[in-house]
């Protein structure tokens, strides 16, 4: 009969629009960096009189970008598999090469080590753990020296005064390079096959281990967020939760954005009291904020004074900007500013079109991946610019980013091979700022949309009428994943 529809071929219909919607989500974000791409090179053209400059990176970054958004389309299907021993491997690798690192500087083998270094694409510090001797020099000269860090770093020496030492250096370089390794393979064990090739690059790319050989304490954010993960999967409850709220404050009032951690709070909601711990976390970040607002403005004024805008172990929204911006054409500031934010956005849709493909009944992966990609985005591209270790953050989402199956629809295994290239690029690429900190933004922003997809689902649950058995949950101090 006309007009009279069976079931079965809307549900076609709807198969269809949706994988129409899918493919058009991709395609609007690679147009919109394009259009990045292209105000690159417009504008290289006009500052060198028609000539395309290459120091720009404008095309390097469109050729591989290119290459990035069509080759996957040629997989159909691909299966990763490693031996149970590979992730220790992994994880040692990198510890590995931090102690030679430090063992032939300490022997003032320099020749040899500075080959290592040449060899690995990793920038070489002063001195092994710089980073670290920096924060341990400030704390014992009781803030004498300047360091772009929260107030709250000074409050470690107000319980333990007097005791942080600049000879701690070594020893807890090597702890955290340890325990850098051990949350490496934490992540291998929880993501699929398909993200080995990423943790094999990472292990002896040159973001991961500046991380481990400056020892910055950005690793000490990842590993505390990945402990935090392992204690709440195994005991999600009050007391726990109270705990880790505790400690990512306090590493918020460090560095600010590792406030972001506080997402992994968000299960206490369907404990029964757990509403006080994700409302007393808000309120105490919200009062540190407005307490410590002149820090804040300070150290974000400060960080733009140190932002390195040519090709550089870095990221940052800035450097791309500077490279769009034509100082004869009025606005091409806020153009160029306007035309990153849409690529970000449509980056973001596209996440959340792939959130849709992804199954997972745990919330800690998706979590972990929101608060790692939104770290990223934040340092850079709202802060504007961070040093190649803040790719580390990155590889918090990749659990995530390669869940879906090699029998999912061809978009998710499109979308996560993509995004797990984009990951690999920020950790490899060493001195091509505009190519990693594209792909960085793109694939937070991926990261991003694709745990709202199911931050949304968590919180829709929450409003929903409880069953028996939910109610029983509710109202009890422990969760079970």
Not at 348 to 360: A, D, K, S
Not at 431 to 439: E, G, K, Q
């Amino acid at each position: 009969m006309l007009g009279v529809h069976s079931p079965a071929s809307k549900q076609t219909v709807s198969r269809t629009v949706t994988r129409k919607a899918d493919w058009l989500s991709a395609a609007a974000a690679w147009g919109s960096t394009l259009l990045v791409l292209v105000a690159v090179l417009l504008a290289s053209a006009v500052a060198s009189d028609g000539s395309i400059d290459t120091n720009t990176g404008g095309r390097t970054a469109l050729i591989v970008l290119g290459l990035i958004a069509l080759l996957p389309l040629l997989v159909r299907r691909l299966r990763i598999s490693g031996p149970r021993w590979l992730p220790w491997v992994i994880g040692a690798s990198s510890v590995v090469i931090t102690v030679v690192l430090g063992v032939l500087m300490a022997l003032d083998r320099q020749n040899e080590a500075w080959a290592l270094y040449a060899f690995l694409n990793l920038l070489r510090a002063r001195e092994h753990f710089g980073d670290l001797f920096l924060v341990l020099q400030y704390l014992e000269c009781d803030g004498c020296t300047f360091l772009i860090y929260g107030p709250g770093l000074l409050w470690i020496d107000r319980f333990i005064p007097g005791q942080t030492q600049t000879s701690w250096t070594p020893f807890l370089g090597y702890a955290l390079a340890v325990a850098l390794g051990l949350a490496l393979v934490w992540l291998v064990r929880n993501s699929s096959g398909r993200a080995l090739p990423v943790f094999i690059l990472a292990a002896i790319g040159p973001s991961w281990l500046l991380l481990l050989d400056r020892g910055n304490l950005d690793g000490l954010v990842v590993v505390v967020a990945v402990l935090a993960v392992i204690v709440l999967r195994r005991k999600p409850t009050l007391p726990v939760f109270t705990a880790v709220a505790i400690l990512f404050w306090i590493l918020g009032t460090w560095k600010y954005y590792p406030f972001a951690l506080g997402l992994l709070l968000l299960p206490a909601l369907q404990l029964r009291r757990g509403w006080i711990v994700v409302g007393l976390y808000s309120a105490a970040l919200a009062a540190f904020v407005a307490g410590a607002w002149s820090d804040v403005s300070q150290g974000s004024q400060e960080n733009l004074v140190n932002v390195l805008t040519y090709d550089f172990p870095a990221f940052g929204s800035i450097p791309i900007i500077e490279r769009m911006t034509i100082p004869s054409v009025a606005y091409s500031d806020i153009i160029a500013s306007g035309l990153l934010a849409l690529m970000s956005i449509a980056a973001f849709m596209w996440g959340m079109r792939f959130g849709r493909h992804v199954r997972t009944q745990s919330p800690w992966i998706p979590l972990l991946a929101l608060a790692g990609s939104v770290m990223f985005f934040f340092s850079i591209g709202i802060a504007g610019f961070g040093f190649a270790y803040k790719a580390a953050f990155l590889m918090m989402a990749v659990p995530l980013l390669s869940l879906p199956r090699s029998s999912s629809p061809r978009f998710a295994l499109y979308t996560s091979l993509v995004a797990l290239i984009l990951v690999g690029i920020t950790l490899i690429v060493g001195y091509s700022i505009l190519l990693t900190s594209l792909a960085g933004l793109i694939a937070s922003a991926l990261g991003i949309g694709a745990s709202t997809t199911y931050l949304v689902g968590l919180l829709r649950d929450l409003r929903k009428p409880r069953s028996a058995n939910s109610t029983r949950q509710q109202g009890s101090d422990s969760l079970d994943f």
